[in-house]
């Protein structure tokens, strides 16, 4: 960083490297391919917590006793639950636009029940109530979204089953069936170890709204917002399109020199932070080649052409496998609609950015960075109005 004669200081693009905040949540080791939430690994959490177990760990601080889980889990039911004035306008929030746009969708829906119910200023506010409020979000998120889903689709909602654990429910909420226990045990594991990844845009955009002493909803919204940008959240979709394109490995080579040499992004590749391969796709890697058949075999084999290729077409860059590719695998061969991938994610992040919203409502300070004028030189004198 670069300290200029008024005391502000000139920062990479993108706030690359600057610590803008402490927190207790969780944090990214790019250089070990490590991340964890509060003082365990996410992927050993993934591997062997519920999705619930861990909402508590980030919510409340600590993994839940039984006795814990068990009021969590009556909570988030109670929360599942959608007043009859948001039901009232889904309908028309599914009819709008591209089927794609599922997060515009949530977004709307989601500042539709702020508003209905009152989120009040986290400024101020009771803990107690900041609390209630991001649970509130967290129970409502998923049932929202299969929600607008199924309206899109002509089909009725379905109301969720706390009984079937979170991926569960998801899965019955979207299809209308009942999962296999190797499909919930896969998506928990996915929703799980996706519910933070350290300071990224979308969370430090509920922290910049939450720092204000704006309310949750809204804070949310913008995280949503944020989300659904394809350089962050809206990959898992067109990584999955990618591998489609590809159709085998023998193409694979040939279809990253033509994408790399048109300037396009190769999507479920590199990372902001990691150096090494992302451990969760490393882990849904694992999850894909259990649940078996031809598209985690494709999977699999294309990865490998697509590392040689970005290695020799682009040298010292660390162009490593990301969450998007396999978490794309992941949920096609679960039966998630493609439409609904990047919502899946959003579903498991909402946990992540209350975390970071309770952690942020106890500070007081608003962010408010400054911008280096590069314009034209002021004052300038003002024309006059021509007569």
């Known amino acids: 960083m670069e300290q200029t004669q008024n005391s502000t200081m000139t920062t990479p693009p993108g706030l690359k490297g600057v610590v803008v905040a402490d927190t207790r949540t969780g944090d990214v080791r790019g250089e070990e391919g490590f991340y964890h939430f509060r003082e365990y690994s996410a992927v050993e959490l993934a591997r062997s917590r519920s999705f619930e177990d861990v909402c ?3 919510l409340e601080g600590t993994l839940p006793t039984p006795a814990q889980s068990q009021v969590l889990q009556d909570r988030l039911a109670q929360a599942s639950v959608l007043p009859h004035g948001l039901l009232e306008v889904l309908l028309d929030v599914a009819r709008t636009g591209p089927d794609r746009a599922s997060l515009a969708r949530l977004r709307t829906a989601v500042s539709h029940l702020g508003a209905l119910e009152g989120f009040g200023p986290t400024y101020g506010a009771d803990p107690a109530q900041v609390r209630a409020d991001v649970l509130r979000l967290v129970g409502a998120v998923p049932v929202i979204q299969a929600a607008l889903y199924r309206l899109r689709h002509g089909l009725e909602p379905l109301p969720a089953r706390p009984e079937l654990g979170a991926a569960g429910s998801w899965l019955w909420m979207l299809t209308g069936e009942e999962p296999s226990a190797q499909h919930s045990r896969a998506i928990t594991a996915y929703l799980t170890s996706t519910v933070d990844h350290g300071f990224s845009a979308s969370t ?12 949750v909803a809204s804070a949310v919204c913008a995280a949503i917002g944020t989300f659904a940008g394809p350089l962050h959240g809206g990959a898992p979709d067109r990584a999955l399109d990618s591998l489609d394109e590809i159709g085998s490995p023998e193409r694979a080579s040939d279809w990253v020199r033509d ?13 902001a932070v990691y150096r090494v391969m992302d451990p969760r796709a490393a882990m849904l890697r694992e999850i894909a080649q259990d649940l078996g058949g031809p598209l985690a075999d494709l999977a699999v084999r294309v990865e490998q052409e697509v590392i040689d290729a970005l290695a020799e077409l682009k040298p010292g860059r660390a162009l490593h496998t990301n969450v998007e590719y396999y978490a794309g695998v992941v949920m096609e061969q679960c039966g998630i609609p493609r439409e609904m991938f990047t919502p899946t994610f959003a579903t498991a992040r909402v946990v992540g950015w ?17 911008a280096r004028y590069v314009g034209p030189q002021a004052p300038a004198p003002v024309p006059g109005t021509s007569s």
């Open 259 to 271: 994408k790399v040499a048109g300037g396009e992004r190769i999507m479920g590749f590199g990372h």
């Open 354 to 370: 209350g975390a970071h919203i309770l952690e942020q409502a106890q500070e007081s300070k608003i962010f408010r960075p400054s």
């Open 56 to 58: 508590h760990l980030m």
């Open 204 to 215: 430090f955009a509920a922290r910049v709204v939450t720092s204000a002493g704006s309310d």
